[in-house]
Every structure is written in structure tokens, then in C-alpha cells.
């Protein structure tokens, strides 16, 4: 089973369509986003180091569309990325 990750410095959260919680952080200008089912269990890592199509340059915050995209704001790239979220 994943374990839940420690947030150093969380900026941004927003929930999907299916309840999902998404939680951007940063530490040292590496951004990811965690993801987290509604009762709180830690599903995903989006943007480590291991996923180097998904990197994010310090993401701030984040929303949903009813679409199910996802937009991410990334500070130091100074843009907004968006992603469709699988369902």
C-alpha cells in the first residue's frame, strides 16, 4: 500500500469530478502534485523525477474544468499547463 506523502510547502488544492484531492508542492524550485482519494488514502505522485513528460516548475495552484482537465499554474515557467485527467 502507498503511504501518504509529507507536504514541505503546499500552495494549491482543488478536487476533481470523482472527489479526488490534488495538492500542489514545492521544495528547492521541484514542483509535484499529490493526489489523494476522498477518505484521504494517497493514490498518485504527478511530476517526480521519475515522469520526465510531467515536470512542473514550481506549480502555485490548480483547477478543474467540467471537462476534466486539469490546469496547473507553474511560477517559474510563468505559464498554465493543461493536462485531461484519465479517468
Known amino acids: 500500500r502507498r503511504q501518504r506523502q509529507m507536504c514541505i510547502r503546499d500552495r494549491g488544492i ?3 469530478n470523482q472527489g479526488r484531492v490534488y495538492v500542489t508542492e514545492n521544495y ?3 514542483g509535484i502534485i499529490q493526489v489523494f482519494a476522498p477518505d484521504g488514502e494517497f493514490l498518485a ?3 517526480d523525477k521519475s515522469l520526465k513528460k ?3 516548475s514550481v506549480p502555485t495552484d490548480l483547477c478543474f474544468d467540467d471537462q476534466g482537465r486539469i490546469y496547473i499554474c507553474e511560477m517559474y515557467d510563468s505559464r498554465i499547463s493543461v493536462y485531461q485527467i484519465e479517468e
Do not use: M, N, V, Y
Open 14 to 16: 482543488a478536487i476533481d
Open 28 to 30: 528547492q524550485k521541484i
Open 45 to 47: 505522485l504527478l511530476g
Open 54 to 56: 510531467l515536470r512542473f
